[in-house]
């Protein structure tokens, strides 16, 4: 069983930063892992995502450079560093993981709860 709980997020400034943690728990090495947001009213949509093999990242995608993926094995921890952020930033960040590399939300079978990234102007 995989698990993902999702912590990191808050009100921040315009030009801030923020970073996200996603602890694991279950067999997740092979899968790949990734960021998802929803703002209101909005689709969900991917923000960065990368499969871990042996000790390389590879398959490492990014919506924007301002924005990166990141693991920490002994933590079983994926991060999302984000910088720079901007009102359009604003939604709920998921952490999610599927058996493939793919940017789209429907081939993901496993979920975090959701942390909110609120970013004022």
């Known amino acids: 069983q995989v698990q993902m709980v999702e912590s990191g997020g808050g009100l921040v400034q315009a030009g801030g930063s923020l970073r996200l943690s996603c602890i694991l728990s279950?067999?997740?090495?092979?899968?790949?892992m990734g960021w998802f947001r929803q703002a209101p009213g909005k689709e969900r949509e991917f923000v960065a995502g990368?499969?871990?093999?042996?000790?390389?990242?590879i398959n490492a995608a990014s919506k924007e450079d301002r924005f990166t993926i990141s693991r920490d094995n002994a933590k079983n921890t994926v991060y999302l560093q984000m910088n720079n952020l901007q009102p359009e930033d604003t939604a709920v960040y998921y952490c999610?993981?599927?058996?493939?590399?793919?940017?789209?939300?429907?081939?993901?079978?496993?979920w975090g709860q959701g942390t909110q990234v609120t970013v004022n102007s």
């Open positions: 999610a993981a599927a058996t493939y590399a793919t940017t789209s939300p429907r081939e993901y079978s496993y």
């Open positions: 279950g067999r997740t090495f092979t899968l790949y």
């Open positions: 990368f499969r871990w093999q042996g000790s390389a990242m």
